[in-house]
């Protein structure tokens, strides 16, 4: 299966709450597994990735949770900004390269 | 340095026309991917090219779409009889070879 699925679809934070996004696979070959971070009108960025052997990743106020065994990994936004309101993607990657997006969750923190 | 970039970043088109979106890679990244992006919805794999190797074309929705990448730079996608289901965001990013992807800006198509 190449799915990744991904929740909530939306997300209303207050500022200075956390945010937290899931996602589940099922393709136990996905070997990088990247979030992805869009304005509106822009292309996604790279916001932050993690490899399978390894459970938590953090980058500054960001930090993804990845548990192997359940195949699942969230993102999670520590003093949400309304500057971080945007759309979040997860993604796996596949041994060919090509990424599998989740479906997204637009987060919206208010002031 | 420059970016991915795409062009036009918008495209109005009637029912039936052929149209082409042009994607131009970051210097040096043999990979190129693009993706499609519906209202409303996550990013769709469509095709996917590495250095001189056969793309992998097993996200095209249809034999209306085709693409190619000329001298391993420049990528062409083509989307014949367009439709108004082919009306979406249209994303290309490229890569060095299981590196992080950089997404350009994007083509919005809009099937009228």
């Known amino acids: 299966q190449q799915q990744v699925k991904q929740s909530p679809q939306s997300l209303i934070v207050q500022k200075g709450g956390i945010s937290i996004i899931n996602c589940a696979y099922e393709n136990t070959a996905f070997d990088y597994f990247p979030w992805y971070q869009q304005f509106p009108g822009k292309g996604p960025a790279l916001l932050i990735a993690i490899r399978p052997d390894v459970s938590e990743k953090k980058e500054g106020r960001f930090t993804i949770s990845f548990n192997k065994s359940a195949k699942q990994f969230s993102l999670h936004i520590m003093d949400s900004q309304p500057g971080d309101s945007a759309t979040y993607f997860c993604?796996?990657?596949?041994?060919?390269?090509?990424?599998?997006f989740g479906q997204g969750t637009t987060l919206q923190v208010k002031p | 340095g420059a970016g991915v970039s795409q062009s036009p970043s918008n495209k109005v088109t009637e029912k039936g026309k052929d149209v082409e979106l042009r994607c131009d890679p970051i210097?040096?990244?043999?990979?190129l991917y693009w993706y499609r992006q519906s209202l409303g919805q996550g990013l769709e794999f469509l095709i996917y090219f590495q250095g001189n190797s056969a793309p992998d074309k097993s996200g095209l929705p249809s034999d209306r779409f085709s693409a190619e990448r000329t001298g391993g730079s420049v990528s062409t996608l083509t989307i014949q009889r367009t439709q108004q289901e082919d009306s979406a965001v249209y994303l290309c990013a490229s890569s060095f070879v299981n590196d992080e992807q950089y997404f350009g800006p994007g083509t919005r198509l809009t099937v009228t």
């Open positions: 210097s040096g990244h043999t990979a």
């Open positions: 993604a796996a990657r596949s041994n060919t390269g090509k990424l599998i």
